[in-house]
Nanobody, 126 residues
Framework: QVQLVESGGGLVQPGSSLTLSCTATQFIFDTHAIGWFRQAPGKGREGVCI????????VYSDSVKGRFTISRDNATNTVYLQMNSLKVEDTGTYYC???????????????????WGKGILVTVSS
């Protein structure tokens, strides 16, 4: 079974940058969509961005577009989330997720995402 491990979270001031990493136990980028979802305190899970390799498609939520960038390194089976100009509302637990049957029109739903990391906390506060 595929396992995903996130790293790179922490406390940062508004306006600063932070990079999250997600490493998979096996190469899945050619057969799985992989992306990031987050859950703010007291709120439900929301999609941040997703990379659908088979379709050559990358999608960002409106709230992070222009500030966040998702990328991958096939050699290390790692996907990154570069977060710039962080805001207080970006605070939450970030989850890396992957799915083999994810379709573009599912976004921003996490439907069909079968593999999830344990989550990593990002706190943006002054």
């Amino acid at each position: 079974q595929v396992q995903l491990v996130e790293s790179g979270g922490g406390l940062v001031q508004p306006g600063s940058s932070l990079t999250l990493s997600c490493t998979a136990t096996q190469f899945i980028f050619d057969t799985h969509a992989i992306g990031w979802f987050r859950q703010a305190p007291g709120k439900g899970r929301e999609g941040v961005c997703i990379l659908i390799s088979s379709a050559g498609d990358t999608v960002y939520s409106d709230s992070v577009k222009g500030r966040f960038t998702i990328s991958r390194d096939n050699a290390t089976n790692t996907v990154y989330l570069q977060m710039n100009s962080l805001k207080v509302e970006d605070t939450g637990t970030y989850y890396c997720a992957a799915g083999s049957h994810y379709q573009r029109h599912y976004w921003p739903s996490s439907y069909s995402m079968g593999f999830w990391g344990k989550g990593i906390l990002v706190t943006v506060s002054s």
